[in-house]
């Protein structure tokens, strides 16, 4: 896979900054039109119903700019340095910015997780399975938050940590970190899949935990409620077919209720460093990896199913809800080709009319 030209890698930041194209509508357009250049070139024919908003080349060269002088690298799914971990999702973040040492995200990489308000002993606990993890030649990886994240990272800043950002890799969140972002920022690596100066909102965060459990060959979670935002990165883990692993804690103590129901529900057991790199010694590479990487699809001859499409937008709409459905369930209940339905899906989240969740799911929106 070699690196993309100066053009190509500008044509891939025009187009997922272009305002309504996120992941799941970026690999369609590049399945559909083959190229970034020429699904840009398309997309006044696609966005009808909200305003266009493509990033000029001026824009886009100005971002390349300051990444360059801040020493952040913008790495493409399609890239060879892309972590390949990463790469086997479906789909992949396409760009990716990394401030740091990228290579740490192609070394054995596990996440550790937990609740913010996270007790002593978890955070204890958090600190020596970090530690040993990292002596034993894995990189750590984790979101900068408060508690659990940050003592995991604190314990694993020599010997390899990823911290990964809903904002842009220069948006330091929380404040109260911000000795430890300096600190992994020198010895370790800081990800993000957001533009520089871009601050994240509440629903940045599961594309984070994505991007967190889509780095690891397993998750560990310490101490999480029940309504835990740390149990929608486990989900992810699982989707990914990634290990999930918890440490079991007291049933008096709420910050622990999640983790436990993740034990009732199969997830691994964990009390050790070494626990943990057991369960990781058993995985096989391939196993772990996707058939695809979602820009590979045939090409779809949109114009020679123009008239399909057209005739299969309100069967598709009138499936659709505002609870968020797997695509697969739409197309068999549609009983549509699934490029058919693809397009329509597509057509609808460049124009604002459903969301799409960062595992695919689709809802009214």
Avoid at 183 to 211: C, M, Q
Avoid at 261 to 286: C, K, Y
Wanted: some cysteine.
């Amino acid at each position: 896979m070699p690196e993309l030209s100066f053009t190509e890698r500008r044509d891939w930041l025009r187009l997922i900054r272009t305002r309504n194209v996120g992941p799941v509508a970026f690999r369609d357009l590049i399945n559909r039109y083959g190229d970034a250049a020429t699904a840009i070139d398309a997309l006044p024919s696609l966005i009808r119903k909200k305003p266009l908003s493509v990033p000029t080349n001026e824009q886009v060269d100005r971002e390349m700019m300051y990444s360059d002088q801040m020493g952040v690298r913008l790495i493409c799914a399609v890239e060879p340095d892309f972590p390949r971990y990463l790469r086997a999702l479906d789909p992949p973040p396409p760009v990716i910015s990394v401030l740091g040492d990228a290579s740490l995200l192609n070394k054995p990489c596990v996440a550790i997780i937990g609740s913010r308000n996270a007790s002593a002993i978890g955070q204890r606990f958090a600190g020596t399975l970090a530690g040993e993890l990292g002596r034993a030649g894995q990189t750590v990886v984790s979101g900068l938050a408060r508690g659990i994240d940050a003592a995991a990272h604190a314990a694993s800043i020599e010997t390899g940590t990823a911290a990964v950002l809903g904002g842009g890799v220069d948006h330091i969140y929380p404040r109260d970190n911000t000795d430890l972002y300096h600190a992994i920022r020198e010895n370790g690596a800081i990800v993000s899949e957001s533009p520089l100066g871009y601050r994240a909102t509440a629903r940045d965060f599961p594309r984070r935990n994505r991007i967190i459990s889509g780095l690891s060959r397993g998750v560990v979670v310490i101490e999480a409620a029940e309504r835990s935002g740390t149990l929608i990165t486990a989900r992810y883990a699982l989707e990914q077919n990634r290990e999930v692993m918890a440490a079991p804690g007291s049933p008096l103590d709420p910050r622990t209720k999640g983790c436990n129901r993740l034990i009732r529900q199969g997830a691994h057991l964990i009390e050790s460093a070494e626990d943990v790199l057991n369960i990781l010694s058993g995985l096989r590479t391939l196993e772990m990896e996707e058939p695809r990487n979602g820009f590979d699809a045939p090409r779809f001859d949109v114009q020679a199913a123009a008239a399909d499409i057209r005739k299969a937008g309100p069967v598709i709409r009138a499936l659709l809800s505002p609870t968020p459905t797997p695509r697969d369930d739409i197309v068999r209940a549609s009983g549509l080709p699934t490029p058919i339905v693809n397009a329509v899906l597509l057509e609808m989240d460049l124009n604002g009319e459903i969301v799409v969740e960062p595992d695919g799911r689709v809802a009214l929106g």
